[in-house]
């Protein structure tokens, strides 16, 4: 039988379309600035179609071969540091989810590593310390720092609470050991979790700039955001040449940014659509049930 539509349908339907077009209107917005005119965006005329079609931003980003080294660097980044970010967290949260009776040293950690998520020692020491490690202008300085993101661990261990100890008493009767409990039980009823996670992480490592611009002075081994971040903070006429300078007259501040952040959303949403149908399962794990 064919559902009847009715006034409360029709009006549910526009208002969730309105919605959505409010969300994608920003990522629109900044797509159409970054191939305008620089009169035309510094003037407020470019409001839902690019006005006086000018790729001079995007050349600008990808002319220089800095440009490519630095992205290497991000993937290289993200590949690396997710990989170290969910190994640590799985290693990390499975004891400390574990009874008391089992674990008794876990409440301790679990204030340790609280008192480390509320305090720090600040930026110069932490400057200090790289230095003191030999990871200055090291690619390491952009993954160990924070190897271990406490608050996505707290998850992890909410996330792993709600896997039924029953199973894990159930493998230990049978002779497993606990490498076996946490890769064949945990681990495989938490990819939801982990995926979540994940996205967490990716995002965090991709848009990560200021570590790069403390810890890292060859621009070589600059991630991707560091790079473009420095684009127009670091701009030097004297040593640029007449075609450079009237290129960069073509682009403004407006136009520049936009370009910026529409580079840097490009991988994201490449990648939000491979892991969103496990978001919202792994967010609603470990939430308080009624």
């Known amino acids: 039988m064919k559902k009847k539509i009715t006034v409360p349908h029709i009006i549910i339907t526009i208002v969730l379309i309105l919605m959505a077009l409010l969300c994608l209107y ?3 917005y900044t797509f159409i600035c970054s191939i305008s005119d620089r009169a035309y965006v510094e003037g407020g005329r470019v409001w839902f179609l690019p006005r006086g079609l000018n790729l001079a931003s995007y050349q600008r980003i990808l002319k220089d071969d800095t440009f490519f080294s630095s992205f290497f660097v991000s993937v290289k980044r993200v590949v690396v540091g997710c990989a170290i970010n969910l190994l640590l967290l799985v290693l990390t949260a499975y004891p400390l989810c574990l009874p008391q009776r089992r674990f008794p040293a876990g409440k301790y950690l679990k204030w340790f590593f609280m008192a480390n998520m509320l305090f720090s020692g600040g930026m110069i020491p932490a400057y200090v310390l790289m230095r003191q490690y030999g990871l200055f202008d090291s690619f390491w300085s952009l993954i160990l720092p924070g ?10 261990i909410n996330f792993f609470r709600n896997v039924p100890y029953e199973l894990n008493e159930s493998a230990t009767m049978d002779g497993a050991n606990p490498w076996q409990v946490l890769f064949r039980i945990y681990v495989p009823l938490s990819v939801p979790s ?7 992480q990716f995002v965090g490592h991709w848009n990560s700039y200021f570590d790069g611009l403390i810890y890292i002075n060859d621009t070589a081994k600059q991630p991707l955001q560091t790079y473009i971040y420095q684009l127009s903070v670091r701009i030097d006429f004297s040593t640029m040449r007449t075609d450079e300078i009237l290129a960069l007259l073509q682009t403004s501040d407006k136009t520049l940014q936009s370009a910026k952040v529409f580079v840097a959303m490009i991988p994201i949403l490449a990648v939000y659509p491979f892991i969103q149908k496990y978001f919202t399962v792994g967010m609603t794990l470990g939430a308080v049930k009624g």
């Open 26 to 28: 920003p990522m629109w």
């Open 147 to 156: 190897a271990v993101p406490l608050w996505n661990m707290i998850l992890m």
């Open 194 to 200: 982990l995926a979540c996670l994940l996205l967490f």
